[in-house]
């Protein structure tokens, strides 16, 4: 599940006053209007954002991008992005705060983001990396004030790709994760995982998500 779904983040446009649609020809913006809120992320401590991955996808509802660039200290620098739309470039927090962000257009397009755990895909994790990966995203889910409202409450970690794993308490015990959608599910807040100290999946994950 992403953090932030396209309908939710057009949702926090609108309310940023942000035009979800490409006007025909170019437009100009601060880099905070369309990478929303990365400038905020930039100035958490490290200890807060090293366990989450923000990405940006342009979505693109039929239009036409000729464009896209960031300009910056006089120089005009394409940002790439692949066929799924997610932008391969993320500006530096001087970049975010002097530059400029330049999109030439046709028709009906945004931006969405996402944001995953940015842990390593093993079949053996550490509790204390699971929570930090939790941790990490409410403080960049309370980045968004009054619009994280609108998004779901995110407790759970998805291993995407898993069939089966096990959350070891702390006296040895083994207590299966029966919690699957296409990946199994790991919520460290309930009861019966109280006093887990690690997770062992039947192999290695090929994604991480968030998940209620």
């Known amino acids: 599940m992403k953090i932030f779904y396209k309908v939710a983040i057009s949702f926090i446009f609108a309310c940023a006053n942000i035009s979800p649609a490409f006007a025909d020809g170019v437009k100009t913006l601060k880099p905070d209007k369309v990478f929303a809120y990365y400038d905020k992320f930039l100035k958490l401590p490290p200890d807060k954002k090293n366990a989450i991955k923000v990405d940006y996808y342009l979505i693109n509802n039929g239009g036409n991008i000729k464009a896209f660039n960031l300009i910056y200290k006089n120089q005009r620098l394409k940002i790439p992005y692949d066929k799924s739309g997610k932008i391969l470039f993320a500006p530096n927090l001087d970049q975010m705060q002097n530059g400029l962000i330049e999109i030439a257009a046709v028709g009906k397009g945004g931006i969405t983001i996402d944001a995953k755990p940015n842990l390593p895909l093993n079949s053996h994790y550490e509790i204390a990396q699971i929570n930090d990966a939790l941790s990490d995203l409410n403080s960049t889910m309370s ?26 308490l702390r006296d040895g015990r083994r207590v299966t994760i029966s919690e699957n959608k296409n990946g199994i599910i790991f919520n460290p807040t ?3 995982y109280r006093g887990a100290v ?5 192999k290695n994950p090929i994604g991480l998500e968030y998940e209620k």
Do not use: D, H, Q, R
């Open 190 to 192: 309930l009861s019966k």
């Open 143 to 168: 980045l968004a004030g009054a619009l994280s409202l609108a998004l779901p409450k995110l407790n759970s970690v998805k291993f995407v790709g898993t069939s089966s794993g096990v959350a070891i």
């Open 198 to 202: 690690a997770v062992e999946l039947n």
